[in-house]
């Protein structure tokens, strides 16, 4: 299959000067006719052959400067459009296509969703709508002319300003979008349906006013209320932490039921999942509120970087979306706790993206190869990019990170650039150089941090060694060093900061170690006592840290470190440890769960931490991070049996207690989304958790609360515990969840997500029989991945059944949906990637269901790029 290598960019010989489109969209079939204003570049020969991109697209009719073209002149098939020899001057070409929206279930390009018309053009879908140059490296104004009837689509939207509309006679209505930032073709969008709508207006902080509007089924408007709270405090904070303001007259978002992703950041038009726009008390978990707020400033913020600032090719995909995503984490530390969302950050970063980087599918964070684009969109490229840009603004300080950001804006503005030309702006605005730290870009891999350090009482001389190590990864052997920021403290014995008098044997800043050698010894003196080393502070680098530290002190920094995340570590560092080892039969002692246990206790108990914090601290590491911890050879039944022995053992003395805080926990005030309220219903469902897991009356808890709950959060909550620890109460309240929800789609996703994530042996025949019945959205990928994605993610000990029959279900589920839809399936099957480090009988067994599926159906690219990744070739 083809290959695709980052060495071999170079620009199109045309450029696109302008862009006009003209789309007729009819219920049979929509026209497109597409003017485009052409140039060859300065450089290019008379004579070479312009190609244009195009997918699945018939042609029409062509011609240039308004002259049919003669049939020799061109070539046009399944992969584009090519001109012999396009004049050598700048020239109309101008085409003509019909597409049929509704036969589009990829959901790429021009499709779709109820009986709404949308698209979805990044990375590869406007080769669908038209012929283009369809890379992000060619910017264009685009004017946009959209007819369609009135009474099934009196909203008609696309990029930019609206500059005119009317009515088109026979029923149909005509309205006219310019948008003057030159834009890449991936960035366009169009909208054309029967919807509902809110509206409002944000004023800039230069004293323009930009409409709002968020449209979506009727019926749905109020449940946009918070998205739209969240849109506009977005682009306060945007303003005010990067001084960025927005420059259309308009900004529209629309919800549609039908998408591949959670959102797409098109100029002036930003079109959403619906599951990330709509939230009521009764149907949407403080989890999804959150997201929402998420996702809608993630979006807004791609308007500088990725829209006015975007990719040269799709290899730096990272600088928009790592950064984008540093924007939105920071977004919802200044909104929220800063503590508990760095929490939430880096418990994710763990459990998606070091399984990727550790293992078949891992990748640079800026690749230099691909066979499909689409399978690049990878939580290493938005979360590990994300943590890069973190580590910049660590090694920088606040100030210095700004500058940089600055002169990015300033120099960039308009550009389609590179990682590089991203690197040159802190550097040139601090004077400094980046070169070493810019391999985070380029190598794959967690890099392991191993600690040691000693202490002589004589000369009170502290010695702490860092040494960092990387393992290979698929085409990289060898990894030279990386340039790792450590935030530090050193911890006296009563657990207050200690400071030194002075520090050599390499670089710290403040109180930042620049661990950039394959190892480094630093020497600190006038150190008064023995003290505890607390490291990488706030996650100040995405490594994996190995440290003989023991239990003891590991729970004296849960007790005391002044650094909240790394208290917050500490804890599941202990319990991770123990957990791995008594998954491989090395059982803890009842003195270890006795210590961890009062750690935990005085957690909860510590008025000065907040609830969001305390439910975080009692949450024990899922069996991803154990197995992970673990390493090879993982027997997924031993990883859920250890958590579940530890969770008894754990609760059995102080269940009573547990459960008097949980009733104290009771909210009485009308539900809000707020942090606070959010952050005690979190502590209140992290206690019922370990009541359910640890007690033989939490089932019956669980089910109290799922009756008399007013609201999602704590009703799903309680079915999701319960389901996850299969009580006697689980098959009933999923029962009940399903009729009393039935006809709302995502709230449906929930059933299918709580179902899928059960472990009891009734799970895949479970599963199956939902997929088959025949009133099962197939096609829609919320419903897909809420299945499918959710049983290989989170149920490892049902996916990797050793008796193969986890894994045949999916295999047989993916070949269907490979043929509608192989952006989904290919997620689905990204699920595998754990195969190498199970122990060899469900290793043998996952690799054979991956070989027969591959050998016995013709599948995308997408979905044989992932299985050959993973199998190995
Ligand atoms: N930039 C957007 C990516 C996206 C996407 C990618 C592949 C297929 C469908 C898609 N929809 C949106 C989303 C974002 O990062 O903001
Ligand atoms: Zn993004």
Known sequence: EHTIYLKDYAPTPYRIVTVELDFKILEEKTRVRAQLTIEPRPETEPGTPLVLDGDGLTLDSIAIDGLPLVLSA??????????????????????????????????????????????????????????????????????????APLAVAPVLLSNGNLIDKGDAGDGLHFALWEDPFPKPSYLFALVAGNLGSITDSFTTMSGRKVDLAIYCTHGKESECLYAMDSLKRSMAWDERRFGREYDLDVFNIVAVSDFNFGAMENKGLNIFNDKLVFASPETASDANYGNIERVIAHEYFHNWTGDRITCRDWFQLCLKEGLTVYRDQEFSSDERSRPVQRIHDVQNLR??????????????????RYREINNFYTTTVYEKGSEIVRMLSTLLGE?????????????????????????KVFEDANGVDLAQFAQWYLQAGTPEVTVSDEYDSATQTYRLNLSQKTKPTPNQPDK???????????????????GWSGVSGGTVQEDVIVLDEESVTLTFTGVANKPVPSLFRGFSAPVRVVSNMDLETLLFL?????????????????????LSEGAQGRAWTGDAVDALRDALVETVQDPSLDDAFKAQAISLPGEGVIARQIGENVDPDAVARARRQMIRELVAPVGAALERRYEELTISDPYSPDAAQAGRRSLRNGLLSLLVAGTETGGQLAARQYETASNMTDRYAAMAISAHNWTGEAPAL???????????????????TASAQAPDDGVVERIRATLAAPDFPRTNPNRLRSLLASFVMSNPVQFARADGAGYAMVTEAV???????????????????????????????????????????????????????????
């Not at 459990?351 to 800026?366: K, M, N, S, V, Y």
């Not at 100030?399 to 030309?421: C, N, P, Q, S, V």
């Not at 029962?735 to 009393?740: A, E, K, L, N, V």
Request: include cysteine.
């Open 74 to 147: 061109y070539l046009a098939d399944e992969n584009g459009l090519t001109l012999v020899e396009p004049p050598h001057r700048r020239f109309v070409l101008e085409t003509e296509v019909f597409l049929d929206p509704a036969a589009n279930k990829k959901l790429m390009g021009l499709y779709r969703s109820g009986g709404t018309w949308c698209t979805q053009c990044e990375p590869e879908g406007f080769r669908r709508i038209t012929y283009y140059l369809d890379r992000p490296d060619i910017l264009a104004p685009f004017k946009v002319r959209i007819t």
């Open 351 to 368: 459990t998606l993206q070091f399984p990727e980087d550790g293992g078949p599918l891992a990748h640079p964070p800026r690749p230099d």
């Open 399 to 423: 100030a210095g990170f700004r500058k940089g950001m600055d002169l990015y804006f300033e120099r960039h503005d308009g550009d389609a650039t590179t990682i590089e030309a991203f690197i």
């Open 480 to 498: 030279p060093p990386f340039v790792i920021p450590v935030r530090f403290g050193l911890v006296g014995p009563n657990g207050s900061p200690m």
């Open 558 to 578: 849960a007790r005391h470190d002044s650094d909240p995340f790394n208290r917050w570590d500490a804890l599941q560092t202990a319990a991770t440890r123990l």
């Open 734 to 752: 999923l029962g009940d969840f399903r009729t009393r929800f039935a006809g709302d789609p995502l709230v449906f996703d929930k059933w299918l």
């Open 815 to 873: 070949a269907e949906i490979d043929k509608v839809n192989p952006q989904v399936a290919s997620r689905i099957l990204t699920g595998f990637r754990t195969l190498p480090s199970l122990e060899s009988a469900r290793q043998a067994a996952g690799r054979s269901a991956l070989e027969a599926l591959r050998a016995q159906h013709k599948l995308s690219r997408n979905s044989s790029d992932i299985i050959d990744r993973i199998l190995g070739n």
